[in-house]
């Protein structure tokens, strides 16, 4: 649920080249943009909105509990698995980050990082219809999916909302930010218990939600600055940017170790984070281009995961043998 500001030639270049995402609902992008007060810029602000970047923060999880939940590979593509992934993939993220850049609405003015990657809320009808649709499709899942899914699609939905909407508001509360986090964990685990027809393991929802806690303090390190300006409590400005650098490599470690208490493997793939935090935090690397990186690393350490729990059932050397 974080941006960052781009400083390099390149993407300043891009920026310049794309329409204005600040221009008010309903009026013309007068900066050489294309008019995004069309049905076409619209959409297209609905696809910013939705951070297709981090579309598979929630999609990667339904992959990863499917096959580590599946008994046979013939359980891998159902009409169930797909709607989860397909819900997950798009119309989840319109809600999950709608909601939050409507109550963020005031704060983003001041933030620049919304000025190039991300949009500030432009809430007309259609993204306001968009958002509630979104919802309601959420709450369609409990019909495709057994009660022992409902907990976790019910967690997601709540803590989505209460992320950034009051009374809650979860993004302004220390530790409670980081904590609410989770929420990335739980389509994971409600896919899993579908078509398992069980629990998923406790240390794995254990070790997944620490990670979670870490990616979201790691990623609210760019965002210190505005947040303070705009008066928003957070983990990371409470302890600032060498203390939060520790407090990602503690719940990094400790997501390991969960793992690696359900398979070793898992354990040493998960890894790779406490590393890579170190590594920023030593080097001159820059956390707001490190960030950026986040998609690429998880999206390797995602495939990873899934194809692990798909060998399974359908050995690796069934494919190349």
């Keep these: 649920m974080r941006s960052d500001a781009v400083n390099d030639r390149d993407d300043a270049r891009r920026g310049a080249a794309e329409p204005d995402a600040t221009a008010p609902a309903g009026e013309p992008d007068t900066t050489g943009g294309p008019d995004r007060s069309g049905l076409v810029g619209r959409l297209r602000y609905l696809l910013v909105l939705s951070r297709p970047r981090f579309w598979l923060y929630l999609a990667g999880p339904v992959a990863v509990g499917v096959t580590y939940g599946i008994g046979d590979v013939s359980e891998l593509f159902t009409p169930v698995t797909v709607s989860l992934a397909g819900y997950f993939l798009v119309p989840a993220n319109v809600f999950l980050y709608g909601i939050n850049d409507l109550f963020d609405a005031d704060v983003d003015e001041l933030n620049p990082k919304k000025d ?69 964990v739980l389509p994971g685990a409600a896919a899993y218990a579908t078509v398992a027809g069980t629990q998923p393991p406790l240390a794995a929802l254990v ?3 620490l990670w979670t806690m870490g990616m979201h303090t790691f990623s609210a390190i760019p965002d210190i600055e505005p947040d303070r300006a705009a008066g928003i409590r957070t983990t990371a400005t409470v302890l600032g940017t060498p203390r939060t650098y520790l407090y990602c490599l503690a719940c990094w470690a400790a997501a390991a170790a969960a793992f690696a208490a359900v398979d070793v493997r898992l354990g040493l793939l998960l890894g ?32 990873l995961l899934a194809m692990g729990g798909l060998w399974r059932v359908y050995p690796v050397w069934a494919v190349v043998g």
């Design 116 to 184: 190039d990657r991300e949009a500030r809320w432009q809430g007309d009808r259609l993204t306001v219809t968009a958002v509630g649709l979104a919802a309601g499709l959420g709450v369609a899942t409990f019909a495709i999916t057994p009660r022992l899914a409902w907990p976790y699609l019910a967690g997601f939905l709540l803590l989505s909302a209460g992320y950034s909407a009051p009374p809650l508001r979860f993004k302004t509360t220390p530790l409670a930010d980081s904590v609410s986090n989770g929420l990335y």
């Design 207 to 209: 070790g997944a939600w």
């Design 272 to 303: 790779v984070y406490p590393v890579f935090v170190t590594w920023v935090a030593r080097s001159a690397v820059s956390v707001d281009r490190a960030y950026w990186w986040f998609p690429a690393l998880n999206t390797a350490v995602g495939t």
